[in-house]
């Protein structure tokens, strides 16, 4: 199990939340803002295809690709996924031309959940960002397995809506089932 | 009449369609890929706030706030906004504490409109990418006067997609009622 | 507290997951397909202005308008809510119309809840559903406090769904704190 | 070509809009208002299955299922379909278990297009009934060829909102490339 960290600030909600649905199980963290992931250069119609990028996009798919589920942990900022991971997964076009990856079969076996935190009403602002990860796990053939949302703003909010709390632990409990 | 592109290629379907869309106006172009904008550090909670960032956001804002339409011209990239224009939208969160800015005040006085292409169904496949734009200008109190989505994939696609060019002259004549 | 039941089958899995979420509380039940309410007939532009109309519809909403907390408990019928509740909601625009009823600022101080229970991905398929009933409770001033998502098809399969008895069991929470 | 036409009003801006989009073509209207169809009773699951019901509803699916393309023209009301077309559309359930009919094979077969009026920001606020109606046709298998989204409120309104008309007039190009 990898987790995909969109947050620009360590330690803040979305992290919180996400180490708390996580508790007790087993999981790569991968913090995206850590890498070095320059923004696709959408080269797919080119005669040359798409050219290597002095980055650390390639080696970190390589590691991600391995895990059997994927978990997207992204704060809503203004009303949709971080530029953060928003960057990486537009890379995914890439990765698709990528023949010793393998990245479509392999995403097609995958399980994917996401945890998103947003301050401002996000259990309806942040249908938008589902609704957008459910298009691109269809594409992927990835199954888009579970999401949970969270509300907080100022850092460490988080713990105190009970509502975020209670339904990370029933997240968990998804999770749980889809990892036995 | 600002133009914000978030495209990463250079004369792509979005860059064509929005130019037709356009034609016979006056407006100033912004082609994001060529701007340095790091992604958002949330220091929004720090006791210190935001602190000067060394690249080209700053700079830019102060030259896009002065229009009072703006345009917001994106390929759809897995359903969404591409990762480079989700950047500088996620720095307003900087912009809204800049006092030197008046950030919000301005938004709240412009109009803005959206342009996206993209090659999947994107008539639907879209909407949750506008709605996200809806949730931004309600917030910012920008009215989000209309968009535009046109169908296009491989390069140069959207010039023989007849209902697209249809749509970017109607997008043209809603866009010139507002510049009267 | 008013629950308006907009299912066609009794004892059905929406009706089911709904009374779970309620144990223990004190409501009012509406099964709103044992009232006849006839199609709204839109006489809000004729100078006459709506008409009485021979059903059941004037004094239902007489009943339910008491109630400050309103929920909509609705089956996913073909991803939207239900006919029988849609049929409902349409009249609405006829008690706007009332001015014995004082219809909207009863209803901007209301709390709303929607429950639904659908077969094909509700969690996913039924948010247009839920983005509606948001923009209803805009217009209507009402607070929309929250929402529960069941999974279901078949009678009975919503109590071996755990993860959706769970999540009654946090909307029960939810609902309490605003009851309190 | 069948125009199933969900308003309650005669000659109101939805059925304007759909005769000036389908001008000069040839279609069958179908008033759903003037036919009698009973809410669904959900007896799928029950051992005799579903039941003769006495009303409209089966003729009148045993006509439209003749017809190559579907038009769904509705009022927005309350941000969603009419309660009449939704009550219509959720009979489709009774459809499938009619082995008479062959339902989904044929309804495989076909196109659809959706027209719709609303008069509250209807190009964002309309965006979750295209997207139940997408869902529908995805679960029938037929194809979404193109939506129409008109504004207007009061009657007749829809002749002056020149953005509508010019919408009607490509709609229509792009029906006409369907129908050629």
Known sequence: MAVLFGSSRDH???????????????????????????????????????????????????????????????????YGMSGVIKKFIDRFSQSLRDESLNFKDKMGRKKAFVITVGGDNPRIKALPLIQQFQYIFDFSGTEFAGYLIGKANAPHEIQSDSRSISDAMEFRKVLQKHTE
Chains 1, 2, 3, 4 share one sequence.
């Open 12 to 78: 803040g909600n979305t992290e919180t939340l996400t180490k708390l649905a996580l508790e007790g199980m087993q999981y790569t963290s991968f913090y995206l803002k850590n890498y070095k992931v320059n923004p696709i250069d959408d080269l797919r119609h080119t005669k040359s295809g798409f050219v290597k990028v002095d980055d650390d996009y390639d080696e970190l798919m390589r590691e991600v690709i391995h895990h059997e589920i994927l978990i997207f942990a992204t704060p809503v900022y203004w």
